[in-house]
């Protein structure tokens, strides 16, 4: 049952629409389906529009009703620490030192005294019960600190990915002792904090019962009315998002060229294809002679396509990674096979194995990667990945459908707004 929209959230988030990409998603979602839930949301993002990754789409997804106000961002710390980390004076393994500390605690550190003041401006006004912030970039948490210092509005800290305790995190070790430091402040001075996973670490003790788990989703709303077919001319591993640093794919190209040279695969009937931003070098290079297609960023509609219309789906994250991409639960609703690249800790490594939703092989397992490969080539070429050979969709929407979620944080919102009434 539907609930009109009684109460008022403010969400204090970098990346929102027209910015795209995987964090975008998870705050326009909750945006879209928590007036369902009795919440009404107004929304303080960025006025800058540097970002790599845009799509205008994401807008339709934002309700008519919702107010959204673009916070300035004073860009010049970010460019000056970015035109300075590329001086040969920064020795060594210390080249990005100058940006990272004009930039700490993250390069969109400039967004915070336009955020802070927008999201003052609306707090003044009475009318709202509870804020959110959403991190990365973590600036949007200082935001949340000092807004909840100065007002004493209740207010929920979301982690969309870890800080100081991310392994992904290269930051020099003074650097992360700052970081360390302001994250016990955020999860000691908030009234909740979520995080995506139950593994996910945060710096610091956290009270018993503050700490909630609300995972990424999937809409159902996004899927295709009609399902497009796999190609057939060519077996096509698809992998959507960036490439960059260690998320590379590199094993599974490795792993591809192998096959290749040894003869099980023939390299002139597969394509791997990328869709999105590509910072890894040399891709050619390391995968021989199979063919790569890079298509680049697009849109969040032409992705889930992608997804359809591949024969297999790869997850690729690097070995200590303990988070779920959200594209990762789209992929599950795809109905095509994945192909998880990651450690055996990690709980995108856990759930498609539990969902049976593909093959789990650890990055270091050279073998077990060349089984799974071989095991999906077979597949295809007898006919079998033609059909849906994935996560079951009703298994996937019952536990991750984004109307459910955005249900789990209305209730967290009620929860913490009754609390501090009570006191």
């Not at 204090?12 to 928590?34: D, E, I, M, S």
């Not at 006025?47 to 300035?72: K, M, T």
């Not at 610091?204 to 009609?226: F, H």
């Amino acid at each position: 049952m539907v609930r009109p929209a009684s109460r008022s959230v403010l969400v204090v988030a970098y990346f929102f629409p027209p910015l795209g990409g995987g964090g975008v998603q998870r705050t326009a979602k909750f945006v879209k389906y928590l007036p369902q839930h009795g919440w009404l949301p107004t929304v303080i993002t960025t006025s800058a529009r540097w970002y790599g990754a845009r799509d205008e789409s994401l807008v339709d997804d934002i309700p008519p009703e919702i107010c959204v106000f673009a916070a300035a961002e004073n860009e010049l710390l970010r460019r000056v620490g970015n035109r300075l980390s590329g001086h040969r004076w920064v020795p060594g393994r210390w080249r990005y030192l100058p940006a990272q500390v004009l930039g700490w605690p993250d390069p969109m550190s400039g967004w915070i005294p336009g955020a802070l003041a927008a999201t003052l401006r609306e707090l003044r006004t009475g009318s709202y019960d509870a804020v959110i912030t959403t991190s990365a970039p973590y600036s949007a948490h200082i935001v949340g600190a000092l807004a909840r210092g100065l007002t004493g509005i209740p207010w929920v800290a979301d982690f969309r990915d870890e800080w100081s305790q991310n392994p992904e995190l290269k930051q020099p070790e003074f650097l992360m002792r700052w970081s360390e430091r302001v994250e016990r402040i955020v999860v000691r001075s908030c009234d909740r904090v979520i995080v995506t996973t139950n593994g996910a670490c945060l710096a610091g003790p956290v009270t018993p019962g503050k700490r909630t788990t609300i995972t990424n989703g999937v809409d159902p709303a996004d899927l295709p009315a009609n399902t497009s077919l796999p190609r057939t001319d060519r077996f096509t591993l698809s992998f959507i998002g960036s490439l960059y640093g260690d998320r590379d794919c590199r094993e599974v190209l490795l792993g591809l060229r192998r096959l290749s040279q040894q003869g099980v695969i023939d390299p002139d009937r597969i394509e791997f294809r990328v869709a999105g931003n590509v910072w890894a070098d040399d891709l050619m290079g390391v995968a021989g002679g199979i063919r790569i297609t890079q298509l680049g960023y697009v849109s969040h509609q032409a992705a889930l396509a992608e997804m359809r219309s591949a024969d297999a789906l790869v997850a690729y994250l690097p070995s200590a990674s303990r988070s779920i991409p959200g594209k990762v639960f789209e992929y599950l609703a795809s109905g095509r096979p994945i192909l998880c690249v990651v450690g055996r800790g990690s709980a995108t490594f856990e759930m498609v194995r539990e969902l049976r939703a593909g093959y789990s092989v650890e990055p270091t397992d050279s073998a077990g990667l060349d089984l799974a490969l071989t095991d999906l080539w077979r597949k295809w070429l007898g006919g079998e990945l033609r059909k849906d050979a994935g996560a079951d969709l009703d298994e996937v929407m019952r536990r991750y459908s984004r109307e459910r979620l955005a249900g789990d944080l209305a209730r967290v919102l009620e929860e913490v707004t009754a609390a501090r009434q009570a006191r």
